[in-house]
């Protein structure tokens, strides 16, 4: 969520962070995202919940495509800024609260919490990973920090697909 703020500085001269709802869109998408997908994972897919990352994997790399449209010296599309905030913080935080409900699935009573342990560790290394990545690629082109990251969850999303179609035992 750091990226944010410094990237509309950088680019735009802009403080997105003085105003309350850019600063606190994405963030609130993350909540958002990561509490209402699994409940409606649990309620309408519970055994394949697959097209659901896949859904929110391409919802958050369409949102962040749009930024690379929108210029937030306009209000009007700052608030399409914002709004395509709030959609990017939902789908890959949706994707990370199915990824632990996974967890229990594939670990069981026995290993669920190795299970979880194991995608949380990868989660962390990852975000650890992606801070550096980022750092760099930012300073050699902002606009490629979106686009690396729409990349990033395309393959995400392009990986997924397979396992969606995987019957599961009984």
Not at 6 to 13: G, M, Q, S, V
Not at 31 to 50: E, I, Q, S
Not at 85 to 107: K, M, N, P
Request: net charge neutral; glycine share 8%.
């Amino acid at each position: 969520t750091q990226w944010v703020p410094y990237y509309f500085r950088e680019i735009y001269a802009v403080s997105v962070e003085s105003s309350l709802l850019g600063s606190l869109a994405l963030p609130v998408g993350m909540a958002v995202g990561t509490f209402v997908v699994p409940v409606l994972t649990d309620k309408f897919c519970p055994k394949n919940r697959m097209p659901a990352v896949i859904l929110s994997a391409l919802l958050a790399a369409a949102s962040i495509v749009g930024f690379l449209f929108l210029n937030p010296t306009d209000p009007v599309q700052l608030v399409l800024i914002q709004i395509l905030l709030f959609l990017a913080g939902f789908g890959i935080y949706a994707v990370d609260g199915i990824a632990f409900t996974y967890a229990c699935d594939i670990g069981g009573r026995v290993f669920s919490a190795t299970a979880s342990g194991i995608l949380d560790f990868a989660v962390y290394m990852g975000a650890a990973v992606q801070s550096i990545v980022y750092g760099f690629v930012f300073d050699l082109s902002p606009v490629m920090v979106f686009i690396t990251m729409i990349a990033f969850l395309a393959i995400n999303a392009g990986l997924a697909v397979p396992f969606s179609f995987k019957k599961k035992a009984a």
